[in-house]
């Protein structure tokens, strides 16, 4: 009798780590989700926006960000700053040595450079199975848009001494 609940319970666990195979590796993760609402995210970053976006707050200019290393590669963005607005963010490195790399990349980076220009910051949500990249790319542009901070504070600073 032990060993038919045995063989049973060994069953269920195969089939339990089929069905857990399939979703982690064949469906792979879903674009954009962590466990938190979406409706939280977006009422955060909203908040974030009208905080942050007053003209002047950044020098114009391009901007390039430090190379972040990672476990999986190294991250590095431009970021251009036009009416003391960041206007776009260009990646220039990112993890791509492996297939998966490539297509989690190639899914998260857009996602990532629209929050922080509708953020106007590198204050930004990750995204689910992205952490890696998140933190290179967060890295990278934050070190951008301190130097078009002290670009900017070094023009206002008077001049009279």
Known sequence: MRKLIGF??????????LIDGYIVFLNGPRHLATTRGD???ESSSSTKSSSTQH???YKNGTFTGK?????WGTVQ?????QNGQL???NVLKYPNSEDYSRKLNKRVLPTYQ?????????NIHHVSGATVTYHGFKGSLQDALNQAKQSNQQN??????
């Open 87 to 89: 206007t776009t963010i």
């Open 8 to 17: 049973f319970l060994s069953i269920a666990v195969a089939i339990s780590m």
């Open 156 to 161: 206002q600073q008077p001049s009279g001494r």
């Open 39 to 41: 409706s939280e995210s």
């Open 114 to 122: 629209a929050e922080a220009i509708k953020a106007q910051s590198a």
């Open 55 to 57: 003209s002047g707050q």
């Open 67 to 71: 190379t972040v290393k990672t476990q």
């Open 77 to 81: 963005v431009r970021a251009s700053i």
